[in-house]
Antibody, heavy 121, light 107 residues
Framework: EVQLVESGGGLVQPGGSLRLSCAAS????????MSWVRQAPGRGLEWVSA????????YYADSVKGRFTISRDNSKNTVYLHMNTLRAEDTAVYYC??????????????WGQGTLVTVSS | DIQMTQSPSSLSASVGDRVTITCQAS??????LNWYQQKPGKAPKLLIF???NLETGVPSRFSGSGSGTDFTFTISSLQPEDIATYYC?????????FGQGTRLEIK
């Protein structure tokens, strides 16, 4: 069974940093791209970032470009999202999701349970 | 960025009803369109990929159609467990974009 388990969320002050992790199991991790998608409270879905299966290629939404960095460690079956210079508008549940191919980004299946990031003073 | 416009934004229907949601892209996206179901407090779940392909294990009452800019998602006979918010998503161009969602309620 494919499983994705996010961790690392929490309360952080504006301007602060946080690193999210997503531990994967049940599939050949390096053969699939991975994405992060977020959902602000009561709002819709917003794609944030993607990384190819090899980790060589990364993509970002304009809203996070220059502040967030996606990476992966295929030896640990884990994808990360390093978030810097956090803003109130980054408050959201962050989901990691498995892509359908080794190159990002197509459709997402499955998704993790999500981890809540709250940016507030 | 490609804008995805779903309609309606909310919908109330009775058990057994046929339910249709539409999704319009701001430019031609061929069939690079997916549909997700999100139940309250849960992660989204893939239902349909490439506009009309049913994901494995998804009940056959769900279907999708369309290409280019206009797409349709249909539940042929609404069941109580279908109460959720439904999202379309395009992947023709980055950034990936989602529709604003359609909240489905039981009448």
């Amino acid at each position: 069974e494919v499983q994705l388990v996010e961790s690392g969320g929490g309360l952080v002050q504006p301007g602060g940093s946080l690193r999210l992790s997503c531990a994967a199991s049940g599939f050949t991790f390096g053969s699939f791209a991975m994405s992060w998608v977020r959902q602000a409270p009561g709002r819709g879905l917003e794609w944030v970032s993607a990384v190819s299966g090899s980790g060589d290629t990364t993509y970002y939404a304009d809203s996070v470009k220059g502040r967030f960095t996606i990476s992966r460690d295929n030896s640990k079956n884990t994808v990360y999202l390093h978030m810097n210079t956090l803003r109130a508008e980054d408050t959201a549940v962050y989901y990691c999701a498995k892509d359908s191919t080794i190159v990002a980004a197509n459709w997402f299946d499955p998704w993790g349970q999500g981890t809540l990031v709250t940016v507030s003073s | 960025d490609i804008q995805m416009t779903q309609s309606p934004s909310s919908l109330s229907a009775s058990v057994g009803d046929r339910v249709t949601i539409t999704c319009q892209a701001s430019q031609d996206i061929s069939n690079f369109l997916n549909w997700y179901q999100q139940k309250p407090g849960k992660a989204p779940k893939l239902l349909i990929f490439d506009a009309s392909n049913l994901e494995t294990g998804v009940p056959s009452r769900f279907s999708g159609s369309g290409s280019g800019t206009d797409f349709t998602f249909t539940i042929s006979s609404l069941q109580p467990e279908d109460i959720a918010t439904y999202y379309c998503q395009q992947y023709d161009n980055l950034p990936i974009t989602f529709g604003q969602g359609t909240r489905l309620e039981i009448k």
